[in-house]
């Protein structure tokens, strides 16, 4: 409960109000992540994602949760009966399908994400013990009864899963964690790049490989770090032009003091997730470097300080992110930002900030979203600046419409690397928000440092001026 603000009870007590409102009496949930918010556990059996292997089915009367049981400790185990949930043996899903089939059960089916073999062992099921195949459901309960009140047979709903957007609407304990963890984090990246400097300055030689090895040992002893959110983009040159770029200890570069070093990275703390991209030069950038590097800030300062009527979903928020870039001809081949779990998969939907503009999910007041704009030249560079930030409501002198209107609250705090900006190109107001920016990573992050570490915050937090 004090990371995750709502017990399992009201959370499933939630998911049941809204299976009877489609005319529902069960729904399957396949989504790893979606498992793990509802159910309030956490588990590790996949890299860098702190979910467990399991299907969950809710009845409107009970929920039954199957996993290998060998998972499952005492104390969970007490846990899970509790909250009225059943344990069953993960290869017993199908048979369970077919089972709410016979008993004609109405089940909610995210097509999204569950399998086929669950869809079409329900759909065989029902031909079995009904004749039919199952009928989808378009008028919520009045599909599962005939005129007279009887039932005609199962049905089916075909909708997303209502917990994805339950789990992307943070509450305000899991957004409590969500800064307080990325404060850690912002501790363990300023000793890493304390140390990084050093080394590079004293002419050691460095992999890739060896860098993304030092941050994680940085990481690692921070209270609450459980594992990385993903594997560490650690590219130098030319690599950082590679979006998805994974360095391997056989093939990897050496950190070139010359060249732009691009470094996405990111930490699961036991209270939250974290995902950050820092771009910065070890000697002296080219003027071209400096002006795409400003350029993809002022991206990423539009979309920082964007104020936006709500229900409005993220891609209309995009063109903020990439307006400065296409003001020279110039753009970037991936979306601006994705959702972030709450101490859970590093990338999460329903919403998103991209060009993609298939995705209607409004941006809603808690959501967590990554801001990451960029620029890259194939075989020479790459560029990205990358915080997360969360959805808030924010105060407008009018509310056209009689709407609410939102905006963004920064959760990273690390420095941007300065000597990269070009200031004949920024405004200032763009300066103000810089230093503002750096005001706060100073405030936040220097009670946690000493030394040389804390001595490298304050040289980097230093007010811009523009002459």
């Known amino acids: 409960m004090k990371y995750a603000g709502v ?115 329900y759909k065989c099921a029902c031909d079995k013990y009904f004749g039919t195949a199952g009928t ?11 005129t007279d009140g009887t ?21 305000e304990a899991e957004l409590e964690g969500m800064r307080n963890s990325h404060l850690r984090d912002a501790a363990a990246l300023a000793q890493f790049w304390t140390w990084l400097e050093e080394e590079i300055s004293n002419g050691v030689i460095l992999t890739e490989v060896d860098v993304a090895d030092k941050l ?8 609450g770090f459980v594992d990385t959110s993903f594997d560490t983009i650690s590219a130098s040159g030319a690599n950082g032009a590679i979006i998805h770029y994974k360095p391997e200890p056989n093939s990897c570069s050496i950190v070139d003091a010359e060249k732009l070093f691009l470094l996405d990275s990111g930490a699961q703390f036991i209270d939250g997730t974290t995902d950050i991209t820092r771009t910065v030069h070890f000697g002296e950038p080219s003027s071209w470097q400096k002006e795409c590097f400003t350029r993809v800030l002022q991206g990423h300062i539009a979309l920082d ?57 409004p941006l809603l007041k808690g959501m967590v979203v990554s801001n990451e704009p960029g620029y890259y030249e194939d075989h020479a560079f790459g560029i ?37 900006i070009d200031l004949s190109i920024v405004s200032a107001a763009e300066i103000d928000w810089l230093n503002d920016y750096h005001k706060q990573v100073w405030e936040k992050v220097s009670p946690l440092l000493d030394g040389p570490a804390q001595q490298w915050l304050w040289n980097n937090t230093r007010p811009l001026i523009k002459y």
């Not at 009970?62 to 949930?85: C, P, Q, R, T, W």
């Not at 994680?216 to 209270?223: V, W």
């Open 305 to 361: 300080q964007a104020i936006f009527p709500e229900n409005y979903p993220g891609f209309v928020l995009d063109a903020f992110a990439r307006s400065s870039l296409w003001k020279i001809g110039l753009d970037y081949r991936h979306g601006t930002g994705h959702g972030v779990g709450a101490a859970l998969n590093v990338h999460e939907g329903p919403q998103s900030i991209s060009f993609r503009f298939g995705n209607m999910t």
């Open 151 to 171: 039932s005609c047979g199962p049905t089916y709903v075909y909708r997303s899963s209502p917990i994805s957007l339950a789990k992307a609407v943070k509450n």
């Open 136 to 146: 989808v459901n378009k008028k919520n309960t009045e599909a599962l009864n005939g």
């Open 384 to 420: 990205r600046i990358e915080n997360l930030l969360y959805v808030k409501e924010v105060s407008t002198p009018n509310r056209f419409g009689g709407l609410d209107y939102l905006g963004f609250e920064k959760l990273t705090f690390v420095p941007i690397q300065t000597k990269l």
């Open 7 to 121: 017990d399992v009870s009201s959370k499933l007590s939630s998911l049941r109000s809204e299976l009877t409102n489609a005319g529902s009496s069960a729904i399957v949930i396949s989504m790893l992540d979606e498992i793990a918010w509802l159910l309030n556990l956490r588990g590790s059996d996949i890299p860098h994602s702190p979910v467990m292997y399991a299907y969950l089915i809710v009845e409107i009367d009970g929920a039954k949760l199957f996993i290998d049981e060998a998972k499952i400790n005492s104390d969970v185990m007490h846990y899970l009966k509790n909250a009225g949930i059943e344990l069953r043996p993960y290869e017993s899903i199908l048979s369970e399908i077919e089972s709410l089939a016979e008993k004609g059960a109405c089940l909610w089916l995210d097509t999204s994400s569950v399998s086929a073999a669950i869809v079409n062992t």
């Open 216 to 223: 994680l040992e940085f990481r690692s002893k921070q209270n």
